[in-house]
């Protein structure tokens, strides 16, 4: 995913958030549920503010994805790891896998946030009783995304461990994957 396309998920679902803050801002009442139980029933209320807490949590993780991003797409500087070398294809790889895993986790969290602001402002002025099912299945939609892109990126690590570990010296005596 480019990092174009990065900015615009996120930008896109943090201002869906606003939108929805203003669209039911009018009709919601001073108390709202600010808790709900694991059959979507509130069994926890709050003033109407608290539901400012979903954009806030929204733009702290979009910053905290941009910095991740920028920081991920620094030049590589890495040539060995202590006496061992590094092979740097092995390197990009891993962190190609990386940028998948926090892409999945980014995107799967903002969603399931923004499902969740949706709900609650939907109970909070009575269009529904009880939460749905959706953000549970949102959340294990993400854990289900995360675990593979882990076990992807274990696999990778691996691979680089075991290419490093298995390769001869070279000819004039330096150590492998050194350029």
């Known amino acids: 995913m480019s990092k174009q396309a990065r900015f615009l998920i996120a930008s896109f679902l943090l201002f869906s958030s606003l939108g929805l803050i203003a669209y039911f801002w009018g009709r919601m009442p001073s108390i709202i549920p600010t808790h709900i139980n694991a059959s979507g029933i509130p069994d926890g209320y709050g003033k109407k503010l608290t539901v400012l807490i979903f954009p806030a949590l ?10 991740i991003i920028f920081t991920m797409n620094r030049p590589l500087r890495l040539k060995q790891l202590g006496n061992t070398p590094v092979n740097i294809q092995l390197v990009e790889n891993l962190r190609n896998r990386m940028k ?9 969290f903002m969603v399931w946030v ?7 402002s939907m109970v909070a002025v009575k269009t529904a009783q009880r939460l749905s099912n959706l953000p549970w299945w949102i959340l294990k939609l993400m854990l289900v995304g995360c675990g593979y892109h882990l076990i992807r990126l274990v696999f990778i690590l691996f691979q680089a ?15 492998p994957g050194i350029a």
């Open 114 to 120: 923004l499902d969740l602001q949706i709900e609650i």
């Open 58 to 67: 929204e733009a702290f993780f979009c910053g905290l994805y941009a910095l």
């Open 100 to 108: 998948s895993v926090i892409d999945w986790v980014m995107v799967c």
């Open 161 to 175: 461990i075991k290419g490093a570990t298995n390769k001869p010296p070279s000819p004039d005596g330096s150590p």
